[in-house]
């Protein structure tokens, strides 16, 4: 069952890329490491050297990237089978993934993974798959995964895929990629800019800004399909689309009725409702996992800070933020009980975390030109644009501010990312 659940994700990954282009992919760059790394060993599967990428290079790379392994070189040792280990010739090392590959006709391959307790001398996991040999990368982000949910107890994301902008020149590309950068698909280009990509609950469609009609329009446009639909497009700007938990709305900003103010509306353009009256900007807004609040940005106070308010309207508004500075760009956790914002103090942009139960806030970066902050679907690491030698590019940090990641394009300026959700399996 397990077997079918993860093939069902791989088609529905190839769904969600169909017809459209593929370009270059990121260069990454790794820093820091985890408190207590786990040492994880990944033998070569037996048959992937005839494969036109390694599924046990692709799983240490996704391992590698999260700082929380250290992966231990197998030294020649290769089994492939529980019945081929040798549990006394791997001291010091934690756990152990060991599978073949074998192709099959008609393009497919069929691959066998095991993860082992080599402390315990157990099987952790087992799995075996055949699916098309397009989906290689994809069956071995599912193999990270797993192995990362199994020695974390928390899902992996590397089966994810972000969204971001890419501009080069006059040109901006709207772009969806595999979470490690991989596979870049372009959505949408056009020669006015494009900004605030926002996946919808399921990742089948993305809302976003566009300046093609001469100013700030909101579509939104299917992975399925290709086909987009004009959401909104009222006099003023129209901006900072946000889907709802359930798909059913999107919270949307307008200037029709003066200043910036948060409505609400459905996916087909219809049910348009105001839900903030603060008569100063309000902005940014972001819903929190069970759809009854949303944190947005505001100046009502004097300078941009984070307020949460009752999606419904009712009552008062909270100032979330206090400290010096500007605070703006909020995003919920997974979980509900943080937030990642930007913050600006002293000419520099900081990526920051805030506990809602606390109130305590953390700087998780060095600061520079680091904004649009947004978590991975399990809330592990948040991913951001910054700069680098005056070049836009993406980057992560872990919610720790441990772990620091930075993904160089090999063309363009990079901005506006976002971390797609979970795919449902």
Same mark, same amino acid.
């Given at each position: +069952?397990?077997?079918?659940?993860?093939?069902?994700?791989?088609? +529905?990954?190839?769904?969600?890329?169909?017809?459209?282009?593929?370009?270059?992919?990121?260069? %990454?760059? %790794?820093?820091?490491?985890?408190?207590?790394?786990?040492?994880?060993?990944?033998?070569?599967? #037996?048959?992937?050297?005839?494969?036109?990428?390694?599924?046990?290079?692709?799983?240490?790379?996704?391992?590698?990237?999260?700082?929380?392994?250290?992966?231990?070189?197998?030294?020649?040792? #290769?089994?492939?089978? /529980?019945?081929?280990?040798?549990?006394?010739?791997?001291?010091?090392?934690?756990? $152990?993934?060991?599978?073949?590959?074998?192709?099959?006709?008609?393009?497919?391959?069929?691959?066998?993974?095991?993860?082992?307790?080599?402390?315990?001398?157990?099987?952790?996991?087992?799995?075996?798959?055949s699916a098309p040999g397009a989906q290689l990368r994809a069956i071995a982000h599912r193999i990270a995964d797993m192995i990362y949910e199994k020695l974390t107890g928390d899902p992996g994301v590397f089966s994810t895929r972000i969204a971001y902008v890419n501009r080069q020149g006059k040109n901006y590309?709207?772009?969806?990629?595999?979470?490690?950068?991989?596979?870049?698909?372009?959505?949408?280009?056009?020669?006015?800019? &494009?900004?605030?990509?926002?996946?919808? /609950?399921?990742?089948?469609? $993305?809302?976003?800004?566009?300046?093609?009609?001469?100013?700030?329009? %909101?579509?939104?446009?299917?992975?399925?399909?290709?086909?987009?639909?004009?959401?909104?497009?009222?006099?003023?700007?129209?901006?900072?689309? #946000?889907?709802?938990?359930?798909?059913?709305? &999107?919270?949307?900003?307008?200037?029709?009725?003066?200043?910036?103010?948060?409505?609400?509306?459905?996916?087909?353009?219809?049910?348009?409702?105001?839900?903030?009256?603060?008569?100063?900007?309000?902005?940014?807004?972001?819903?929190?996992?069970?759809?009854?609040?949303? &944190?947005?940005?505001?100046?009502q106070g004097g300078t941009p800070q984070i307020y949460r308010m009752a999606v419904d309207g009712s009552g008062l508004s909270e100032r979330l933020t206090f400290d010096d500075g500007n605070n703006f760009s909020p995003r919920y956790s997974p979980d509900g009980k943080s937030f990642t914002y930007t913050?600006?103090?002293?000419?520099?942009?900081?990526?920051?975390?805030?506990?809602?139960?606390?109130?305590?806030?953390?700087?998780?970066?060095?600061?520079?030109?680091?904004?649009?902050?947004?978590? #991975?679907?399990?809330?592990? %690491?948040? $991913?951001?644009?910054?700069?680098?030698?005056?070049?836009?590019?993406?980057?992560?940090?872990?919610?720790?501010?441990?772990?620091?990641?930075? +993904?160089?394009?090999?063309?363009?300026?990079?901005?506006?990312?976002?971390?797609? /959700?979970?795919?449902?399996?």
């Amino acid at each position: +069952m397990k077997g079918i659940l993860m093939l069902r994700c791989l088609v +529905m990954l190839a769904l969600f890329g169909v017809s459209l282009p593929s370009y270059a992919t990121l260069t %990454i760059e %790794i820093t820091g490491a985890g408190e207590n790394q786990i040492p994880v060993a990944i033998v070569p599967f #037996a048959g992937e050297e005839k494969l036109p990428q390694s599924i046990s290079g692709i799983v240490s790379a996704d391992l590698a990237r999260t700082g929380l392994f250290r992966l231990v070189d197998p030294a020649g040792k #290769a089994p492939h089978e /529980p019945r081929d280990v040798v549990y006394t010739d791997w001291a010091g090392v934690d756990a $152990l993934a060991i599978g073949s590959v074998v192709e099959q006709i008609n393009g497919r391959i069929a691959v066998k993974f095991r993860l082992l307790d080599m402390v315990k001398q157990t099987e952790l996991d087992a799995e075996s798959v055949s699916a098309p040999g397009a989906q290689l990368r994809a069956i071995a982000h599912r193999i990270a995964d797993m192995i990362y949910e199994k020695l974390t107890g928390d899902p992996g994301v590397f089966s994810t895929r972000i969204a971001y902008v890419n501009r080069q020149g006059k040109n901006y590309r709207l772009v969806v990629a595999d979470s490690d950068g991989y596979g870049e698909q372009t959505v949408l280009s056009r020669n006015e800019p &494009l900004l605030s990509p926002a996946w919808s /609950p399921d990742g089948s469609h $993305l809302a976003y800004v566009s300046f093609e009609q001469g100013g700030a329009v %909101i579509y939104v446009q299917s992975l399925l399909t290709n086909q987009r639909l004009l959401l909104a497009h009222f006099d003023g700007s129209n901006s900072a689309p #946000a889907w709802s938990p359930d798909g059913k709305q &999107l919270a949307i900003v307008l200037t029709r009725d003066g200043s910036s103010q948060i409505y609400l509306i459905h996916p087909d353009g219809t049910g348009l409702r105001r839900i903030s009256f603060s008569g100063a900007i309000d902005t940014e807004p972001s819903f929190s996992p069970d759809g009854q609040y949303i &944190l947005f940005t505001s100046d009502q106070g004097g300078t941009p800070q984070i307020y949460r308010m009752a999606v419904d309207g009712s009552g008062l508004s909270e100032r979330l933020t206090f400290d010096d500075g500007n605070n703006f760009s909020p995003r919920y956790s997974p979980d509900g009980k943080s937030f990642t914002y930007t913050h600006l103090e002293n000419g520099r942009f900081y990526i920051a975390t805030q506990d809602f139960a606390t109130g305590q806030a953390q700087l998780l970066t060095d600061g520079g030109w680091e904004k649009r902050p947004s978590f #991975a679907p399990n809330g592990k %690491i948040i $991913l951001f644009a910054t700069e680098d030698q005056g070049r836009g590019i993406l980057s992560t940090v872990s919610s720790d501010g441990r772990v620091k990641q930075k +993904m160089f394009p090999q063309s363009g300026d990079i901005r506006e990312p976002t971390w797609g /959700p979970f795919l449902k399996q």
